[in-house]
């Protein structure tokens, strides 16, 4: 996994989640992104089915499950990714879509085949002609226990060039899925939940190192800005290593 890149549209990372994901979901969609990035870097859109192929050994280790229960793990995981929808911004709207249109085990052969839902396509194949993309190892995210740290990492890698990115706080519910969710009505615990969780995770385990401060009008937070920095490949190795 540590040479697969995973490639996709801005407007992708920007998704707005329905639901909230769990770390085992999203990292199958960016295993899946990123194994249409190798397989198809150089082809375009002209296409409506793409399905990806792993063993089962691979797929267990990928997701942090037992492979004698994989099976019954990976079942679960199709059955909810199948059923989660996420929204897209458009130059004339929006576009509501889906992630895979099946997940197949294999017995026989030990192998897991994903389906690729064909609306995403667009936005993970032929970017590099556009330009408007934004690309990191897959490594990256396997490290991190915390889904909305996969998503946070995937926001702030889009403006790592630029060091900073600041979120409006009903933006960021918006992006993480968790705007009817009771648990974060208030900020106090996103800040504990979510802040201060990914910010531990995505310093230790990935190539970024972030940070953070709070943006409030009449002492209510209305948004967050974060400072982001590039590690060094000697200090994310040393941090893979330690996690690991």
Do not use: C
Request: aromatic content about 8%; proline content about 1%; cysteine-free.
């Amino acid at each position: 996994m540590k040479k697969n890149l995973v490639v996709q549209a801005n407007t992708l990372i920007e998704a707005h989640y329905k639901q909230t994901y769990t770390v085992q979901e999203q990292r199958t969609v960016l295993w899946i992104i990123s194994e249409i990035h190798r397989e198809d870097r150089f082809l375009t859109k002209k296409y409506e089915h793409k399905s990806i192929k792993i063993s089962a050994k691979k797929y267990a280790e990928m997701m942090d499950i037992s492979v004698d229960n994989v099976y019954r793990d990976a079942d679960k995981i199709a059955d909810n990714l199948g059923s989660k929808r996420f929204t897209i911004k458009t130059p004339t709207g929006w576009i509501n879509l889906g992630w895979i249109s099946s997940m197949e085990y294999k017995q026989g052969e030990g192998t897991i085949e994903v389906l690729i839902a064909p609306g995403i396509l667009p936005f993970i194949i032929g970017l590099k002609e556009e330009g408007n993309f934004t690309s990191f190892q897959l490594e990256n995210i396997l490290y991190l226990q915390s889904a909305h740290a996969i998503k946070l990492y995937q926001l702030l890698s889009q403006r790592k060039g630029l060091g900073n990115r600041e979120i409006a706080l009903d933006e960021f519910r918006s992006l993480l899925g968790i705007e009817n969710t009771k648990t974060y009505n208030s900020y106090g615990k996103i800040k504990e939940k979510i802040l201060e969780v990914s910010k531990r995770e995505i310093n230790k385990k990935t190539d970024l190192t972030i940070s953070y401060s709070e943006i409030k009008k009449r002492r209510k937070v209305e948004a967050i800005k974060f400072k982001i920095t590039q590690k060094t490949t000697q200090e994310t190795k040393a941090d893979n290593t330690v996690s690991a």
